[in-house]
């Protein structure tokens, strides 16, 4: 705070204060005039006015909350707090530190943090799993210091994320982690991906067993660890609108139910232009066969569900504009215990695959 926001502060508070106090003494020791009836011949309306002493109770409060005030001013930074910091202090990392709101936030979330890695650790009863925690910290606490994430490091993180995943398998069986990464859901995930975690337009299902990118254990961690980008470029411009209705036409024909029954019958000349286009183009992402890639975040194209949506006019939107699903990351955000129960709530609502083979 400023100087002079911290002497307008003190002038203020001392001011009133002095103000209040002369008030309250000075009407303590004022005697009016009295007349011979005991009133102090003021009479309003038919009421007369006595000089009775005021209520002892009233008084006590009064001198109570002023003297609470002066305990006030010691306690914290009141006056001149710019340089009286106030002798109250609070806890951050095993430090006293002076009061301040802002401390006494950091303190309270540190406090709550023990108890959450507290009753994370006695649901896991695994030392083990703290030690991995203990160096997966210490590893993003590394990366965080570079301004380009180190690859190396990157590696290391993963690696260590590959080795909890058989502990998100385990928690996903546990009613008690499944709940309170439920509750954790709802206040991080719901916005995007629905409460009951359907997903939406662009956002996806995490109950279904179809996977961007992938639905092992481990896939899901590092997905809410780092977040992803789905990265599919603009077609416009090398294929052109007639190459994005033959290729449009093409994705269609290879699920199911042509995307969806409105589409109707579909145009065969349209279709067999879509293959040489998708053969020459698409491939590279989606596989040979469109059934997506996982590494890439590739959506498998011969199953009937859709992230965009799988009428024609979707389907072409996609294609001629290109797609760009964000998903952030929560590495700093919310702290690994948090993500290894997130990742058990997810892998917990069906359509997990098995841990991959170690
Ligand atoms: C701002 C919106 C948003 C929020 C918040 C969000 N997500 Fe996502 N999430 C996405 C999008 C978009 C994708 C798809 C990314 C893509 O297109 O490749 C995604 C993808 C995923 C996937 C991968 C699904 C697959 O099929 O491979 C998982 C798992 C996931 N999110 C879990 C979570 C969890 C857990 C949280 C809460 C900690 C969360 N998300 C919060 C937008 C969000
Ligand atoms: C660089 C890799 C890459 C290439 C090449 C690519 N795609 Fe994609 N495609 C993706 C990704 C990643 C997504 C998901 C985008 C997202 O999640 O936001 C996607 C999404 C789609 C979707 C939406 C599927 C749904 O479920 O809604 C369609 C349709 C599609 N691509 C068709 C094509 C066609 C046709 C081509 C060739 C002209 C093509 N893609 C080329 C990576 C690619």
Request: proline share 5%.
């Amino acid at each position: 705070m400023s100087l002079f926001w911290s002497l307008w502060v003190t002038v203020l508070t001392i001011a009133c204060w002095l103000w209040i106090l002369y008030w309250l003494v000075g009407t303590l020791g004022y005697r009016p005039k009295m007349e011979d009836d005991g009133t102090t011949g003021h009479e309003y309306d038919g009421i007369q006015e006595y000089d009775k002493p005021l209520p002892k109770w009233w008084l006590i409060v009064f001198f109570g909350t002023m003297a609470w005030s002066v305990l006030y001013f010691l306690l914290y930074p009141s006056l001149l707090p710019h340089a009286w910091k106030g002798i109250t202090t609070v806890e951050i990392n095993g430090r006293q530190e002076p009061w301040t709101s802002e401390n006494e936030l950091l303190s309270d979330l540190e406090k709550n943090n023990k108890t959450f890695i507290g009753t994370f650790d006695k649901i896991v009863q695994d030392p083990a799993v703290t030690a991995k925690l203990a160096n997966l910290d210490k590893l993003q606490a590394e990366q965080r210091k570079n301004a380009e994430p180190n690859a190396d490091l990157k590696a290391q993180i993963d690696k260590e994320l590959v080795a909890l995943a058989p502990t998100v398998e385990k928690l996903s069986k546990d009613p008690q982690a499944v709940k309170i990464g439920q509750r954790l859901f709802l206040q991080n995930c719901a916005l995007c991906h629905g409460s009951q975690a359907r997903g939406a337009v662009g956002y996806p299902n995490l109950t279904d067993n179809d996977w961007l990118h992938g639905g092992t254990p481990e896939r899901i961690l590092q997905t809410i660890e780092h977040g992803r980008v789905g990265a599919m470029a603009s077609w416009k411009n090398q294929i052109g609108e007639d190459g994005v209705r033959a290729a449009a036409e093409y994705v269609l024909s290879l699920s199911p139910e042509h995307g969806s029954k409105a589409n109707g019958e579909l145009d065969n000349t349209l279709v067999t232009q879509g293959k040489a286009i998708f053969d020459a183009n698409c491939t590279v992402c989606h596989g040979k066969k469109g059934k997506g890639n996982p590494d890439l975040g590739a959506p498998n194209l011969t199953d009937n569900t859709w992230l965009f949506g799988g009428d024609r006019e979707t389907v072409r939107t996609t294609i001629r504009d290109g797609r760009a699903g964000v998903m952030p990351h929560w590495d700093n955000k919310l702290g690994n215990q948090r993500i290894m129960l997130l990742a058990s709530y997810v892998y917990s609502l069906g359509g997990g695959q098995p841990v991959a083979a170690k």
